[in-house]
């Protein structure tokens, strides 16, 4: 059984940045390689939205609403996926997810993290 653990939200300030990681357990899943590291976060009332992805191989996307302010990287050492987001927004206010995705479509998450950001 895989698992996720989120760590590193909390209150801040508009303008403030916070760390989130993820410490994945395994690497693969049944034999399967990790494909994509996923950061989601879900808001009161809205659904959830993928926020950033970081692939096996390296590559990133972002959502429109973070470019430029949010990065997501990953240790391969510790297994730990992180996001990085600075110049934070009343609107970034939401509960934060990791996620993985196998290359045979298995997915796992976290139990999430809440980010709170004040104006």
């Known amino acids: 059984q895989v698992q996720l653990v989120e760590s590193g939200g909390g209150l801040v300030q508009a303008g403030g940045s916070l760390r989130l990681s993820c410490v994945v357990s395994?690497?693969?899943?049944?034999?399967?390689?990790?494909?994509?590291y996923r950061w989601h976060r879900q808001a009161p009332g809205k659904q959830r939205e993928g926020v950033a992805t970081?692939?096996?191989?390296?590559?990133?996307t972002y959502a429109d609403s973070v470019k430029g302010r949010f990065t997501i990287s990953r240790d391969n050492v510790k297994n730990t996926v992180y996001l990085q987001m600075n110049a934070l927004e009343p609107e970034d206010t939401a509960v934060y997810y990791c996620?993985?995705?196998?290359?045979?479509?298995?997915?796992?998450w976290g139990q999430g993290t809440q980010v709170t950001v004040s104006s």
């Open positions: 996620n993985v995705v196998s290359f045979s479509g298995g997915t796992y």
């Open positions: 970081i692939s096996r191989g390296g590559p990133t």
């Open positions: 395994e690497t693969t899943f049944s034999g399967n390689p990790i494909a994509w």
